[in-house]
């Protein structure tokens, strides 16, 4: 059975950092990538940043660049968002989802997700 889960999420002020984890387990050997992408209210869900399993090659949205940074731990169970210099827009629902491609920004072509967990920039 494929399970993510986030975690880390809450509340912060500009300028301010989190972690976000994604735990995941059960996944098809065929999984090549993990992503993250946000959900803010009123907009579509985008793209924030993806890890390849297999040598840890990193993307970014041109928004985070810089101060996010995504990391797979050495087991291979969890996928960390380490969130930076937060702003206001960052806020909103951060999902990790598995893709069987690499380099893919397109939500289409995840196959698992995770709930997500809520990130709130408070002004």
């Known amino acids: 059975q494929v399970q993510l889960r986030e975690s880390g999420g809450g509340l912060v002020q500009p ?33 924030i940043a993806a890890v390849t399993f297999r040598g840890g090659a990193t993307y970014y949205a041109d928004s985070v660049k810089g101060r996010f940074t995504i990391s797979g731990d050495n087991a291979n169970t969890t996928v960390y968002l380490q969130l930076n210099s937060l702003k206001p827009e960052d806020g909103g629902v951060y999902s990790c989802a598995a893709s069987s491609l690499t380099e893919t920004r397109s939500e289409s072509y995840y196959n698992f997700w995770g709930q997500g967990t809520q990130v709130t920039v408070i002004t």
């Open 15 to 47: 300028g301010g950092s989190l972690r976000l984890a994604c735990a995941h387990s059960g996944l098809p050997s065929t999984m090549y990538s993990m992503g993250w992408f946000r959900q803010s209210p009123g907009k579509e869900r985008e793209f």
